[in-house]
Structure formats: C-alpha cells, structure tokens
C-alpha cells in the first residue's frame, strides 16, 4: 500500500515537471499561431453583414443625402445618424405607398425602418430588399414628412 502511494506521486511529480518544460518549448511558437485565428474570423462577419452601407443624417427638417442606391437582394447597413436635436427615423415605405402629405400615412405602408433615434444619437442596421424599385423613406414622427423629411431608395 504505502509502496504504491509513493509510486503514483514519484509519477505525479514527473507529469507536472514534464508538462511545465513542454509549455517553455512552445512558448516561442505560440504567439506566432494566435495572431492568426482573429484575423480569420473577423473577416468571416464582414463578408456576411453587408456588402454596402448607406448613410444618412437627419437634421430638421431633411435627411442628408435624401437619395441612396441599393442592391436589390443584397444586405446593405444602414447608418442612421441624427444630427438633429429631436427624435427622428428612417421608414421605408412600400414599393408602391408613396405618400403626399403626413395624413395618409399608415403603420402597414412600412416595409422597414430604423425607429426613432434621439438628437446627437445614432444607430446601424442592417437589411435586405428582394424587389427591384423606387422606394419613399419618410420620418414618421408628427410633423416632420410634412416639414420636408422625405427622400428616395432605389433598390437595382
Ligand atoms: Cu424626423
């Protein structure tokens, strides 16, 4: 019993001592191999998020630019930057909704938006849009389509 117990720790001893040298020899190649796996995989969500970015800036009462081009089936990100000192949004309405005046607006003309972002606050999103067209983005809040904030999609 006694025997076997000093046999095992002799072991023990003999493992850890052999396994601290062998983390010293690797230690000069290891950094060699780490830079390597995040460059990879930073490259792989890039790729995937979105071929094109668009920007637009909302001040009152416009949008700057106030026409952007698309691919049609591709992702593009949106970056929405209120410039503004109120909320403002980016709402793409339907193909085929335009509106005239803020009074026809409805809820289920809007194929996509990025909602309200408060003054001097800015967001990024992402979407995708199959049909090929002229799309109207509007700001839905009170007020603000009917002060001038309108401009125009185009998805090719
Ligand atoms: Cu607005």
């Known amino acids: 019993?006694?025997?076997?117990k000093v046999l095992l720790v002799t072991?023990?001893?003999?493992?850890?001592?052999?396994?601290c040298s062998d983390s010293d020899g690797d230690a000069?190649?290891?950094?060699?191999?780490?830079?390597?796996?995040?460059e990879?995989?930073?490259?792989?969500?890039?790729s995937e998020t979105a071929a094109v970015s668009i920007e637009a800036e909302a001040h009152e009462w416009d949008y700057t630019p106030d026409a952007w081009?698309?691919?049609?089936?591709?992702?593009?990100?949106?970056?929405?930057i209120n410039d503004g000192g109120v909320e403002h949004d980016w709402?793409?309405?339907?193909?085929d909704e335009?509106?005239?005046?803020?009074?026809e607006f409805e809820e289920s003309m809007v194929l996509l938006e990025v909602e309200e972002v408060p003054g001097q606050e800015s967001r990024t999103e992402a979407f995708t849009i199959d049909e090929p067209g002229t799309?109207?983005?509007?700001?839905?809040?009170?007020?603000?389509?009917?002060?001038?904030?309108?401009?125009?999609?185009?998805?090719e």
């Open 28 to 38: 000069t190649s290891t950094p060699e191999v780490t830079p390597a796996t995040p």
């Open 98 to 103: 335009d509106i005239e005046k803020a009074a």
């Open 135 to 155: 799309y109207q983005v509007i700001c839905t809040i009170s007020g603000h389509f009917n002060s001038g904030m309108a401009g125009t999609l185009t998805v």
């Open 40 to 46: 990879a995989t930073a490259d792989a969500p890039t």
């Open 91 to 95: 709402t793409v309405l339907k193909l």
């Open 11 to 19: 072991l023990a001893t003999v493992v850890v001592l052999g396994a």
């Open 69 to 80: 081009t698309v691919t049609a089936g591709e992702a593009f990100s949106i970056e929405f």
């Open 1 to 4: 019993m006694r025997s076997s």
